[in-house]
């Protein structure tokens, strides 16, 4: 039977959570629990944009550090416990949360000029702000790729991915311009334990491209860039930063 223990970690809503478990029989051996330290209970709101639901990713960062080394140090009492007998780290989290990211990757939020920024930060899956840039999706999509919303339950959704991009460009094109590409912090967070969060590195997974981002291998990856274009022009420049598998 396999020996070694393997880190879970869950990107909440609130808080991240890490688990250390004993992969020879699924024994949970430590965990930790860290509130984000941004927004109000961990999500930054506008009072006057009542959809509006974002998260600082820094508070990613801070999370993983804090978790990682609490739940090692609580295992570490267990006997015959090592650190080097950490197999592998597993990591879920919200969707769809898209971000902005530069041409590095690093997140717009964590650059200093954008540090306290909504549009710079995740937007979070109950950001809702881009309602109505769904229901353009969702039209544009009937008329000229209708096997787009076969994918996805016949409507596109103001939580997902192109959406969410959509609405940055309308409200602040400052923030949209500065963006080389969005990235989701399911595919970012794991990039940034990998170190491959530069855009050429990045491995995007395909259950947050799939009916959120308009992705299948039957089209050749990610959703049309004319398509896209014809909701606005500037996200072609998005549809190219991303890959075809």
């Given at each position: 039977m396999a020996s070694g223990y393997t880190i879970g970690l869950d990107f909440g809503t609130n808080?991240?959570?890490?688990?250390?478990?004993?992969?020879?029989?699924?024994?949970?051996?430590?965990?930790?629990?860290?509130?984000?330290?941004?927004?109000?209970?961990?999500v930054i709101l506008d009072h006057s944009v009542p959809d509006l639901a974002r998260q600082h990713p820094a508070d990613y960062v801070k999370g993983i550090e804090i978790t990682v080394v609490d739940a090692l140090k609580q295992a570490s009492k267990i006997s015959g416990f090592s650190a080097a007998n950490v197999i592998g780290i597993g990591v879920d989290t919200t969707g769809s949360t898209p971000m902005p990211v530069d041409q590095n990757g690093t997140a717009l939020a964590l650059l200093p000029q954008y540090?306290?920024?909504?549009?710079?930060?995740?937007?979070?899956?109950?950001?809702?702000?881009?309602?109505?840039?769904?229901?353009?999706?969702?039209?544009?999509?009937?008329?000229?790729?209708?096997?787009?919303?076969?994918?996805?339950?016949?409507?596109?959704?103001?939580?997902?991915?192109?959406?969410?991009?959509?609405?940055?460009?309308?409200?602040?094109?400052?923030?949209?311009?500065?963006?080389?590409?969005?990235?989701?912090?399911a595919d970012w967070i794991p990039a940034v334990l990998a170190g491959t969060t530069h855009p050429l590195k990045?491995?995007?997974?395909?259950?947050?491209?799939?009916?959120?981002?308009?992705?299948?291998?039957?089209?050749?990856?990610?959703?049309?860039?004319?398509?896209?274009?014809?909701?606005?022009?500037?996200?072609?420049?998005?549809?190219k930063s991303l890959p075809d598998k």
């Open positions: 808080s991240v959570r890490a688990i250390v478990v004993d992969v020879k029989d699924g024994r949970e051996v430590a965990e930790s629990v860290w509130n984000y330290a941004h927004g109000t209970a961990g540090d306290a920024n909504p549009d710079a930060m995740a937007w979070l899956w109950k950001d809702h702000t881009s309602h109505a840039e769904a229901e353009e999706f969702t039209v544009a999509a009937a008329k000229q790729h209708p096997e787009y919303l076969a994918k996805c339950g016949g409507r596109y959704s103001s939580e997902w991915f192109w959406a969410k991009i959509l609405r940055c460009a309308r409200v602040n094109p400052e923030v949209f311009a500065a963006a080389h590409t969005w990235v989701e912090i990045l491995k995007r997974g395909v259950c947050a491209a799939g009916h959120k981002a308009f992705y299948n291998v039957a089209w050749g990856g990610y959703a049309d860039a004319d398509f896209v274009a014809s909701l606005n022009p500037g996200l072609s420049r998005v549809r």
